[in-house]
């Protein structure tokens, strides 16, 4: 078996985000978009990446691999989710989510994972 090297610079910055914890916010959600970086819904099959940010009415759209773009997702609501979380009042499930937002679970759950929110602090 041939032996390789992992990137030093990879493994750095996993361990400095699993020190940081959560990085959810405004601010990050836009770099996120002017970036355009990928993320894996709760499930793990679908990726996903934020299209379009309303900054006057603070909405968030989504689009799939597959192109479709998703309705409008607001930031407060998205923050009150957020927070329920990080207090343990709900577990960062896509079930959970679904019964406070319908539809939207699987999305949120792999936002929230993507930024750091399963870890426990």
């Known amino acids: 078996m041939k032996k390789t090297r992992r990137q030093e610079g990879a ?10 914890g959560c ?3 405004w601010e990050k959600l836009i770099e996120m978009k ?3 970086i990928q993320f894996f819904a709760g499930d793990g099959f679908k990726r996903l990446q934020i299209l379009d940010i309303d900054v006057k009415t603070k909405n968030i759209h989504m689009i799939c691999e597959l192109g479709k773009k998703t309705w409008p997702l607001n930031f407060s609501k998205l923050e009150e989710l957020h927070d329920m979380i990080h207090d ?13 937002m ?3 679970g699987n999305f949120i759950t792999g936002l ?3 930024l750091g929110c399963d870890q426990r602090r």
């Open 11 to 20: 493994s750095k910055n996993n361990i400095s985000q699993k020190q940081g």
């Open 34 to 36: 002017n970036s355009k």
């Open 88 to 100: 343990g009042k709900i577990k960062l499930i896509p079930y959970e989510i679904d019964r406070l």
């Open 112 to 114: 929230f994972k993507h």
């Open 23 to 25: 990085s959810f916010g």
């Open 102 to 104: 319908p539809t939207w």
